[in-house]
């Protein structure tokens, strides 16, 4: 079980919004990472899911990636106007412009960078993927990478995942990172 912080440990003012691929880890790192901080943890894919009673797979087959799209951003700006927490988003979220905007005007990005093959080997197996649903889901995974990379380099701190490291180790990771930022992550004197 991961250690939480003490009440003298640092506060957190802002969201925090984990952004990277799918398999990168944002819901389990942001959920240990939320714990750690003694603040509320929410993912914007369960939020969509539960508002639509319907799983990710089922709206962008029945609705399509746009209406998606729409719905994700109007989820993710009435979470990121609650108290501050940690809040995982989908894989695409980041990309649409106004989400980074909204997310850097209210909170801070973090981006969690991972290798391919470290994605690969967590989502592989994953039927719950609707954008790997094609003849060659890996070749997929890496056009995804490649195109979504230098958006993803537009987040306020990236902390790097590697495969050996356990997610409390990712999450001790990003409040480092997060320290290096005052303004969302409040020291004690």
Do not use: C
Request: net charge positive.
């Amino acid at each position: 079980m991961a250690e939480r912080l003490s009440v003298s440990d640092p506060a957190l003012r802002k969201p925090v919004v984990m952004v990277g691929m799918m398999g990168a880890g944002k819901t389990a790192v942001g959920r240990a990472l939320a714990h750690r901080l003694r603040v509320p943890f929410l993912d914007s894919d369960h939020e969509i899911e539960a508002a639509a009673n319907m799983t990710i797979a089922e709206i962008f087959a029945r609705d399509g990636e746009a209406f998606f799209r729409q719905k994700e951003a109007q989820v993710i700006a009435r979470l990121m106007d609650g108290p501050p927490g940690v809040l995982s988003t989908g894989g695409g979220a980041f990309m649409q412009e106004g989400n980074r905007a909204m997310i850097a005007k209210k909170g801070v990005s973090v981006w969690l960078s991972a290798d391919l093959d470290l994605l690969w080997a967590r989502v592989k197996q994953k039927a719950t993927r609707p954008l790997l649903r094609t003849a060659d889901p890996y070749g997929t995974l890496a056009d995804l990478m490649e195109r979504r990379t230098p958006v993803y380099a537009l987040a306020d701190l990236t902390v790097r995942t590697e495969p050996g490291f356990s997610i409390d180790e990712t999450a001790r990771r990003v409040i480092d990172a997060l320290k290096t930022r005052p303004d969302v992550l409040e020291t004690a004197s």
